[in-house]
């Protein structure tokens, strides 16, 4: 494991946060999952493009230019094959319910080694559950961000390891599936691409932009469209995307068969060929 706290590399062990840190107080935290590939970090732009943008809806310290001179130094200590990397801002400090200064903030950087899914993997597939609470927006005033508080998919996320599957999917009152726990969800249905639309409950998630450019590239019909859950069980094809797994075929729900189309092979090989190997 790789520490970096504010720009300083600190052995796992001696690497510490004051209690009165708002990510411990609060959850006040944003944050970013990027991979590293034969140390080259993936699509570092567009993740801290986001983490930005969060930033400035929320009034958020993030210095982006410390937080670039830290991942590139975090670079040459990277020593797996594939690495995550998550990065988090605090505020910092709180003593009370206002928000501390601005020069309270930190950032945390941990590095660890990362597996891919195996074309193997990809092949068979991921096995999904319909999750048993609700995605949640503290925000709704506001789209989704990858923030700290961050209870409603780890509920789901553990719900599906308890089932023995992959992943849990969020569904609404009306009956309509939004995303994963950790994932952005995607089917084929009739020839089109189509995937929820982004925003209060569902994240515009880079590897999804990343799907939606490829999708685009090879002459698919795009629809970012509500998905009912009945369609997702009947599609020819059903994915999901993050940062981490890229697209990942789903084979089955609440040990249903679905899907079994190919069109996620297209797109992930269209991807490939634009994200350096």
């Given at each position: 494991?790789?520490?970096?706290?504010?720009?300083?590399?600190?052995?796992?062990?001696?690497?510490?946060?004051?209690?009165?840190?708002?990510?411990?107080?609060?959850?006040?935290?944003?944050?970013?999952?990027?991979?590293?590939?034969?140390?080259?970090?993936l699509l570092v732009g567009e993740h801290l493009d986001r983490l930005e943008m969060s930033a400035r809806l929320l009034d958020f310290p993030c210095d982006r230019k410390r937080i670039?001179?830290?991942?590139?130094?975090?670079?040459?200590?990277?020593?797996?094959?594939?690495?995550?990397?998550?990065?988090?801002?605090?505020?910092?400090?709180?003593?009370?319910?206002?928000?501390?200064?601005?020069?309270?903030?930190?950032?945390?950087?941990?590095?660890?080694?990362?597996?891919?899914p195996t074309p193997q993997e990809r092949q068979t597939g991921a096995a999904c559950v319909f999750a048993p609470n609700r995605r949640v927006n503290p925000l709704s005033h506001l789209?989704?961000?990858?923030?700290?508080?961050?209870?409603?998919?780890?509920?789901?996320?553990?719900?599906?390891?308890?089932?023995?599957?992959?992943?849990?999917l969020f569904v609404t009152e009306q009956d309509e599936v939004l995303e994963g726990a950790t994932s952005n969800l995607f089917m084929v249905h009739q020839g089109a691409l189509i995937?929820?639309?982004?925003?209060?409950?569902?994240?515009?998630?880079?590897?999804?932009?990343?799907?939606?450019?490829?999708?685009?590239?090879?002459?698919?019909?795009?629809?970012?469209?509500?998905?009912?859950?009945?369609?997702?069980?009947?599609?020819?094809?059903?994915?999901?995307?993050?940062?981490?797994?890229?697209?990942?075929?789903?084979?089955?729900?609440?040990?249903?068969?679905?899907?079994?189309?190919?069109?996620?092979?297209?797109?992930?090989?269209?991807?490939?060929?634009?994200?350096?190997?």
């Open positions: 494991m790789i520490v970096n706290i504010d720009g300083g590399f600190l052995e796992p062990g001696e690497a510490r946060l004051p209690v009165d840190d708002g990510g411990f107080l609060y959850g006040e935290t944003l944050f970013e999952t990027l991979k590293a590939r034969e140390r080259k970090i670039e001179s830290a991942l590139e130094r975090t670079i040459p200590r990277l020593t797996a094959p594939v690495s995550r990397i998550r990065l988090t801002l605090t505020r910092g400090s709180f003593d009370s319910l206002e928000y501390p200064p601005t020069k309270s903030a930190r950032f945390v950087i941990i590095a660890l080694s990362a597996e891919e789209p989704q961000m990858k923030r700290g508080n961050y209870a409603d998919c780890l509920y789901a996320a553990n719900y599906a390891r308890l089932k023995g599957v992959r992943e849990a995937t929820p639309p982004a925003g209060e409950l569902v994240l515009a998630g880079i590897m999804r932009r990343q799907v939606l450019d490829a999708a685009r590239g090879i002459g698919l019909e795009i629809r970012e469209e509500p998905i009912a859950r009945a369609s997702l069980l009947e599609a020819e094809e059903v994915f999901l995307t993050n940062s981490m797994v890229d697209i990942l075929p789903i084979t089955r729900i609440e040990n249903q068969p679905v899907g079994g189309g190919r069109t996620w092979h297209s797109l992930l090989t269209e991807i490939s060929g634009k994200t350096p190997a």
